[in-house]
C-alpha cells in the first residue's frame, strides 16, 4: 500500500484538471469530489473543467450541479459524443492553467494517488504515473495486450517507459502545440511519443490502480482496439517525420561556424 509524501505548504504551479466521462453516473460525482478534495488542499491556483462526452445518462445533470457548487469548477459539454481524445483537447483549449492533468471518470486511478504525481509538477516537462499493481488489477489478455502496446511505444520513441496509459500531467503549452490526432484511447501514447522523441524531460510516478472489481474499462470494445491500432500506424509516420527532421538540422558546431 502506497503511503502520499505529507503536504507541508501548498503547490506554487497552477494546473487544469481536466475530468472526461461518457455514461458514468455510478461513480463520477465521487470522482469529482475526491478530486477537487486533493487538488484544494495541495494547490493555491487551479481550475477543475468537467466534461461530458455527450452522455445518455444523468453524468451531464451531474457535473452541472457540482460545477454550481465546487469552488473552481466548471462543465463543458459535448454534442454529440466525439471521442475520449477529442474531450481531453477540447479540455486542453480550455485550460487557462500552466499545466493540464486528465482524470478518467470512470475512476480507474482514485484520487488517493493524485498527491504522489501532483507533488511532482514542476521537475520536469511531464510527470509520467505508471501502475505498479497492473498485472492485479488487469485480466491476462488486458496485461498481454498492455504490455505489448508499452512495448511498441517505447520501440518508437527510444525511451523505456514503464506505462503510456496513466494519467500524465503536461506543460499546457505543449500539448497545444503538438495535438493528438487520436480521438480515442491512444491519444495518451500519441501525445507521450511525439513530445519524448523532440527532447522533453519526464519523470515517472508509482501509483496503484482501481482493483478489478472497481474498473469498468471499454478498452476491449472493438472500435477502441480499431482507434489503437489506427493511432500506432499514424505514429510511425509522425515519428520518422521527426527523425528524418532532427537529421536534417545542422550540429552544434555547423551552426556556430555559419558552415552551408
Not at 51 to 78: K, P, Q, Y
Not at 117 to 132: L, Q
Amino acid at each position: 500500500m502506497s503511503t502520499s509524501p505529507a503536504i507541508s505548504e501548498k503547490i506554487g504551479h497552477s494546473i487544469s484538471i481536466l475530468v472526461a466521462a461518457y455514461n458514468e453516473e455510478v461513480v463520477v460525482e465521487q470522482v469529482v469530489r475526491e478530486t477537487h478534495a486533493v487538488v484544494d488542499r495541495m494547490l493555491e491556483r487551479y481550475e477543475i473543467i468537467l466534461i461530458d462526452d455527450g452522455s445518455t445518462d444523468r453524468t451531464a445533470a451531474i457535473m452541472d450541479a457540482l460545477a454550481s457548487e465546487l469552488a473552481h469548477t466548471r462543465a463543458v459539454h459535448n454534442r454529440p459524443n466525439i471521442g475520449f481524445g477529442a474531450s481531453y483537447m477540447r479540455g486542453v483549449e480550455e485550460a487557462q492553467y500552466e499545466y493540464v492533468m486528465l482524470v478518467c471518470g470512470d475512476n480507474g486511478i482514485p484520487a488517493r494517488n493524485f498527491p504522489a504525481i501532483i507533488s511532482k509538477i514542476g521537475t520536469a516537462d511531464i510527470v509520467i504515473p505508471y501502475m505498479r499493481n497492473l498485472k492485479e488489477v488487469k485480466t491476462p489478455l488486458r496485461y498481454f495486450i498492455s504490455r505489448t502496446y508499452t512495448a511498441f511505444l517505447n520501440l518508437l520513441s527510444g525511451f523505456h517507459l514503464r506505462y503510456y496509459n496513466g494519467l500524465p500531467v503536461h506543460r499546457t503549452a505543449l500539448v497545444r502545440a503538438m495535438p493528438a490526432r487520436s480521438t480515442g484511447f491512444g491519444f495518451q501514447g500519441e501525445i507521450l511519443v511525439k513530445l519524448l522523441k523532440v527532447g522533453h524531460s519526464f519523470v515517472e510516478v508509482a501509483v496503484d490502480a482501481a482493483s478489478k472489481e472497481q474498473q469498468r474499462s471499454g478498452f476491449l470494445r472493438p472500435r477502441n482496439i480499431a482507434n489503437v491500432i489506427r493511432t500506432c500506424m499514424v505514429l510511425l509516420k509522425e515519428v520518422r517525420a521527426i527523425d528524418r527532421s532532427d537529421r536534417s538540422r545542422p550540429t552544434r558546431s555547423e551552426s556556430e561556424t555559419g558552415a552551408s
